[in-house]
């Protein structure tokens, strides 16, 4: 069952701004991660950040979460033509990262040259 | 990680027909899973699928509708059978692991 929700659905900027995204979810997590879809393929996973983190960097990418707000956000920093793609929160609910995931409704970036 | 190989990529079938989905993943997984993305939506699971037992399927999905097949634990194969347009969806699969790997889907139409 879908538990995410993102926002903005839709976002537009341009190459070299930063994008943030935002997530939030209704029950009780053990991590909350994040995935890149180009186009209607397969999904890539981004990042894991896990109940007891607040904070986590890859590269670009930063995300935080508050449990107390079950809330999280992704920011991608110096944005590129390339990230052009939907991105997808999702939540493990379970101690096992085999379990399936519970995922959002997704935010739609789209950056421009 | 793993790597998993989905197909068909995409297919365009006739309402009534049936089509099945194969997914091949590179190392031994104890489960798999079965997520449909309609037009401009966001993942909803369909079903888990473990090796020698039968598939778990989640609310509003029905075995006789779409029943999954998991023969050993590198592969499953997932079919929609008796299609109307409304299957016309993104169907995936998926393991787990630090981060889920996914196959990178198969474009249905019904027509």
């Known amino acids: 069952s879908q538990q995410g929700e993102e926002d903005p659905q839709a976002l537009s900027i341009?190459?070299?701004?930063?994008?943030?995204?935002?997530?939030?979810?209704?029950?009780?997590?053990?991590?909350?991660?994040?995935?890149?879809?180009?186009?209607?393929?397969?999904?890539?996973?981004?990042?894991?950040?896990r109940s007891n983190e607040r904070e986590k960097h890859s590269g670009r990418l930063r995300v935080t979460l508050d449990t107390s707000k079950k809330s999280s956000s992704l920011l991608i920093t110096a944005s590129r033509a390339a990230d052009t793609a939907s991105y997808f929160c999702a939540t493990d609910p379970n101690s096992n990262s085999g379990y399936a995931l519970n995922f959002g409704k997704g935010t739609s970036l789209l950056v421009t040259p | 990680?793993?790597?998993?190989?989905?197909?068909?990529?995409?297919?365009?079938?006739?309402?009534?027909?049936?089509?099945?989905?194969?997914?091949?993943?590179?190392?031994?997984?104890?489960?798999?899973?079965?997520?449909?993305?309609?037009?401009?939506?966001?993942?909803?699971?369909?079903?888990?699928?473990?090796?020698?037992?039968?598939?778990?399927?989640?609310?509003?999905?029905v075995i006789d509708k779409f029943p999954i097949s998991r023969p050993n634990l590198t592969f499953s194969t997932l079919t929609v059978s008796n299609m109307s347009p409304e299957d016309s969806?993104?169907?995936l699969c998926s393991v787990g692991?630090?981060?889920?790997?996914?196959?990178?889907?198969t474009r249905l139409t019904v027509v």
Not at chain 2, 32 to 60: D, K
Request: proline share 2%; with cysteine; glycine share 10%.
């Open chain 2, 1 to 61: 990680s793993a790597v998993i190989s989905q197909k068909p990529s995409r297919d365009i079938c006739q309402r009534g027909t049936s089509l099945t989905i194969q997914c091949q993943v590179d190392s031994q997984v104890t489960m798999m899973f079965w997520y449909r993305q309609q037009p401009g939506q966001s993942l909803t699971l369909i079903a888990t699928a473990n090796q020698g037992s039968e598939a778990t399927y989640e609310s509003g999905f």
């Open chain 2, 89 to 91: 969806s993104i169907y």
């Open chain 1, 14 to 49: 341009q190459e070299g701004e930063n994008a943030t995204m935002n997530c939030s979810y209704k029950t009780s997590i053990n991590n909350l991660q994040w995935y890149r879809q180009n186009s209607g393929r397969g999904l890539v996973h981004l990042i894991l950040i």
């Open chain 2, 97 to 105: 692991g630090e981060g889920a790997f996914f196959g990178q889907g």
